[in-house]
């Protein structure tokens, strides 16, 4: 009977050599809590899952809605649970995506470059560029980031990830010790002192940090106040009204006036005291003016009297209804009332710089 040769090593005698084969960790999916369920999700990610099968959309559904619900307070927990969605739904670019900030998030920043840049090929999306960046810069790679941030053309990205990746590309110019550049990098129109966005506090912070690495101190703690209050006036603004920019007002308070000497005071007090003296007596004046006026004037206003009739036969009461109408009408007592609200409105994000 013919031997055949042993194929794949299985039964094969140990021969005294390590067994190099890579061996994969076993991965352990966190437990889903039982009030969690796939709608939680937003409705643009849920529909990127419709092509998986519904148990696995299901799944990975729920553990992206507990990324969501933990990458504030236990990010850890959360790469876990973006880990579980893509073992289960890993061509699906949303899920990609979740697993990069995640991983950014905890610091692995290879990962969360090696995973923004799938997301990356599979939608074809640009706006997660000023991630990528700063994950290089994680990396010690501030050359390679801004080699990434000049790859993409900045104009055609929406103001915030632009603005964003302003941002990213300044903080690799202080990376490579050039604050000069890096101050550079932030002249974008959006640095706008007097109006503030969703990604004004962290525009005008790095505005800040700049300014603090050239020594111009005190201009850096102007923006960084400016920062605090961005963030307040925002704050505010989401409670009372969801608004999404409010105005910034500067004002500087009105110096106080010298105090005067005791000499002083009471020449200013003389001086009023003379002032009111002088009003007393052209109020004694007055009405002898106006009765002199009147007496002289009142034969010549009794002519008129006998010819008012005249003037008030062409006014029918068709004709004088309207005015009334008009002065009373409601709509102008809204228009008031609205002209009101508007003004609270301006009042109530507006803020003013000490």
Same mark, same amino acid.
């Given at each position: ?265 009471? +020449?200013?007090? @003389? &001086?009023?005291? /003379? $002032?009111?003296?002088?009003?007393? !007596?052209?109020?004694? #004046? *007055? %009405? =002898? +003016?106006?009765? @002199? &006026?009147?007496? /002289? $004037?009142?034969?010549?206003?009794? !002519?008129?009297?006998? #010819? *008012? %009739? =005249? ?6 009461? /068709? $004709? ?19 002209? /009101? ?14």
């Amino acid at each position: 009977m013919r031997n055949h040769a042993q194929r794949g090593g299985r039964d094969r005698e140990d021969d005294g050599m390590p067994d190099l084969r890579p061996v994969r960790e076993r991965f352990r999916a966190p437990d889903l809590p039982a009030d969690v369920t796939p709608d939680e999700l937003d409705g643009i990610a849920r529909m990127q899952l419709k092509t998986l099968q519904k148990e696995n959309a299901d799944v990975a559904a729920m553990h992206l809605a507990m990324t969501a619900r933990l990458i504030d307070d236990d990010p850890e927990l959360a790469h876990q649970h973006a880990l579980a969605a893509s073992r289960t739904a890993g061509r699906i670019g949303v899920v990609r995506e979740t697993l990069g900030i995640t991983a950014y998030t905890t610091g692995d920043f290879a990962l969360a470059l090696r995973e923004l840049r799938t997301y990356r090929r599979i939608t074809g999306n640009d706006d997660q560029i000023p991630l990528m960046v700063d994950c290089e810069r994680g990396l010690s790679r501030p050359e390679k980031a801004l080699e990434l941030a000049r790859s993409v053309d900045a104009s055609k990205l929406d103001t915030e990830v632009r603005v964003e990746l302003a941002i990213a590309k300044s903080g690799a110019r202080l990376d490579l010790g050039q604050a000069q550049e890096a101050l550079e990098e932030l002249r974008i129109p959006e640095l706008d002192r007097t109006r503030a966005f969703d990604y004004s506090p962290a525009l005008f912070a790095a505005h800040a940090t700049v300014l603090e690495e050239l020594g111009r101190t005190e201009e850096s703690a102007e923006w960084f106040a400016l920062s605090d209050k961005a963030v307040d006036a925002l704050e505010n603004a989401y409670l009372e009204k969801g608004t999404e920019e409010v105005s910034i007002e500067e004002e500087r308070l009105p110096e106080p006036e010298p105090e005067l000497e005791p000499e002083q005071e009471q +020449e200013s007090d @003389e &001086a009023v005291a /003379d $002032e009111v003296v002088v009003d007393e !007596a052209v109020a004694d #004046e *007055a %009405p =002898v +003016e106006v009765e @002199e &006026a009147a007496a /002289d $004037e009142s034969p010549v206003e009794a !002519a008129p009297v006998e #010819e *008012a %009739p =005249v003037a008030e036969a062409p006014v029918s009461e /068709d $004709e004088a209804a309207p005015v009334a109408e008009v002065s009373e009408t409601p709509a102008d007592a809204a228009g008031a009332a609205d002209a /009101d609200d508007a003004e609270d409105d301006i009042a109530l994000f507006d803020f003013k710089e000490d």
